[in-house]
């Protein structure tokens, strides 16, 4: 049976079928029901847990889009008055009822009847969240919930004024590609002072942020939040060591690549030292890649992009639009950053970005929507905890999806020339943000280690990790004010702690999946959608299997797969 992209929202069968979420009052009874209900055989379990599964599924989907109206703007109260209200009135209600239908699940004498090929994952994870789960801990998460917005509602409202008109930051981000090196660096200093402005609201978030998430692991019982935030993200298949081991593999297989790649640069644009400013240029005479004019123009020749490498990629996406699922361009007012949400109920996801033309913008449409085709996919599970997928192979998805497109950027370039520039500058990215996944990883480590540190420290530290992971290629001399707060334009920080390490994982993977591409399309495809069809039904390393790839992050494989990404750059080059 071919795959569609037609899916239809989940119709209810326990809840009344109009149903809408008011307030904690009105739901509060379907958890009691659920609590109550007695289990007599291994059948009425699987219908306790579909019932759950719709429940779950119906407050996810109400969550996402009150995070979703509120991102899309920041300047409207009401939007952020709603979904202050979830996280206050109605999550924190909701928790003590989760654990209990957890252990009610754990406990129930007919869960080892369920088949354990597809429950596996998801009792594992039930059992950690009991693990984890504290009643002092409730109040502490809802006013984290609400605080991690914060971020947004500050980066949001950054602007800059360049030739008489206001810029968002990710706006003025077009400059840097100019070939004049005056427009560029004006520019890049300008956003720089814009985000030194706000520096100290950002350190005081942060500072707050990080108490907060230390006291949770302490009542919790784990050392630090680091320690606690490895099982929450049920990081059972590679440890911190892992992690280090990583940093150093980038130090070691990375970073002279990144030393040749800037070095060519170099000569390209003719400078005796290459600026911050200079690593997005062109030479005097080379326009800048305008792949796209706007938000629609971008989603239209995705599609077409899509529709080339597999027709039911593309359906995705019209699917989406028809549902009108996208908020695309970047103005003032909208929280910085991309992301898809998968819509537990509706299926289909809600991609949202701040393009400005660039072709920087083509990579983000892509790798997002590579995300969504991993949400349609993973639709048809029965349970909604099984579509909760790792974030490991969720980057998968969306990175390989980067580089399965490349050869189908006609829809965005009509010169070869442009298409190999474009491609040139996919594989330049592809190597040059190891390190600093690295840097962002190794700081938080540091960070939440040492709770109590002071805003100096915590400077010298950032400016001490983000100098081991750099190369002489690039010359910051007097920039070092810039420097010192260049972490506090990384969103994860703030609002999803730990969640980086995984973009490193997953780009590995991503690489080993385009190599099975660059060798057999059809066959890589099939891989592709096999593995995510499995939502979060198997392990990580399963997983991966399923993908035809290794979860593998190795100093030696690190190295074969920077060799061969290397290799394939080159050839651009000629």
Not at 4 to 31: C, G, M, N, R
Not at 140 to 154: D, F, M, P
Not at 278 to 307: H, I, M, Q, W, Y
Request: glycine share 4%; hydrophobic share 40%; aromatic share 12%.
């Amino acid at each position: 049976m071919p795959r569609t992209a037609d899916i239809q929202k989940l119709p209810h069968h326990y809840l009344p079928k109009d149903y809408v979420l008011t307030d904690w009052a009105s739901i509060e009874s379907f958890f009691k029901e659920l609590l109550d209900r007695p289990i007599a055989q291994v059948e009425a379990l699987e219908k306790w847990l579909l019932d759950l599964s719709e429940l779950e599924a119906f407050i996810s989907e109400d969550a996402c889009w009150r995070q979703i109206k509120m991102t899309c703007d920041t300047t409207d109260k009401s939007l952020e008055e709603a979904f202050n209200y979830f996280c206050m009135e109605i999550q924190p209600k909701m928790q003590p009822y989760a654990d209990a239908l957890n252990k009610k699940l754990i406990n129930c004498p007919f869960t080892k009847e369920l088949n354990q090929d597809l429950y596996f994952t998801y009792l594992r994870s039930v059992k950690k969240s009991i693990e984890l789960f504290r009643e002092e801990n409730i109040p502490i998460q809802a006013a984290l919930s609400v605080l991690q917005q914060q971020y947004g509602t500050i980066a949001g409202n950054m602007t800059i004024s360049f030739r008489e008109q206001e810029f968002t930051l990710q706006q003025a981000a077009q400059f840097l590609e100019d070939a004049d090196r005056t427009v560029r660096e004006e520019v890049y200093r300008k956003v720089q002072e814009r985000r030194l402005q706000d520096q100290v609201s950002m350190h005081d978030l942060f500072t707050s942020l990080v108490q907060k998430r230390n006291q949770i692991a302490l009542n919790a019982g784990f050392a630090n939040y680091r320690d606690y935030k490895f099982v929450e993200l049920g990081r059972f298949d590679y440890s911190k060591e892992d992690c280090f081991q990583f940093h150093e593999a980038i130090k070691l297989h990375v970073l002279p690549l990144i030393d040749k790649i800037y070095a060519r640069k170099k000569k390209k644009l003719g400078v005796a030292t290459l600026k911050p400013w200079d690593t997005e240029a062109e030479p005097a005479g080379t326009k800048p890649l305008r792949p796209f004019t706007n938000g629609k123009d971008l989603f239209e020749k995705s599609v077409a992009c899509f529709e080339q490498l597999n027709p039911f990629f593309a359906d995705c996406l019209k699917k989406m639009n028809e549902l009108k699922h996208f908020d695309l361009e970047s103005r003032k007012g909208k929280a910085p950053g991309g992301y898809n949400c998968p819509l537990a109920e509706s299926g289909a996801p809600f991609i949202f970005m701040n393009a400005a033309g660039q072709m920087s913008d083509v990579t983000t449409m892509v790798h997002e929507g590579g995300h969504a085709v991993h949400s349609f996919l993973a639709h048809p599970l029965p349970l909604s905890a099984f579509k909760e997928y790792p974030m490991e192979i969720a980057e998968v998805a969306s990175m390989s999806m980067e580089l399965f497109t490349m050869n189908h950027w006609q829809s965005f370039f009509d010169k070869e020339t442009d298409l190999n520039r474009a491609k040139e500058h996919q594989l330049e990215r592809t190597i040059t943000i190891f390190p600093w996944i690295a840097i962002i990883d190794k700081f938080q480590h540091w960070v939440y280690e040492n709770p109590n540190h002071t805003i100096e420290q915590r400077t010298a530290t950032w400016n001490a990790i983000t100098q081991e992971f750099s190369t002489d290629s690039i010359d910051y001399s007097g920039l070092d004010a810039f420097r010192a707060v260049s972490w506090q334009r990384q969103l994860h920080l703030f609002e999803v702690p730990f969640y980086y390490i995984e973009y490193g994982i997953a780009q590995l993977g991503a690489i080993g999946m385009w190599m099975q591409y660059q060798n057999n399309p059809k066959s890589a495809l099939e891989n592709y959608m096999a593995a995510l069809s499995l939502g979060g039904t198997q392990t990580l390393p399963a997983l991966y299997q399923a993908a035809g790839i290794e979860f593998n992050f190795s100093p030696n494989y690190v190295k074969k797969l920077m060799d061969f990404t290397n290799q394939e750059l080159e050839k651009l080059y000629v």
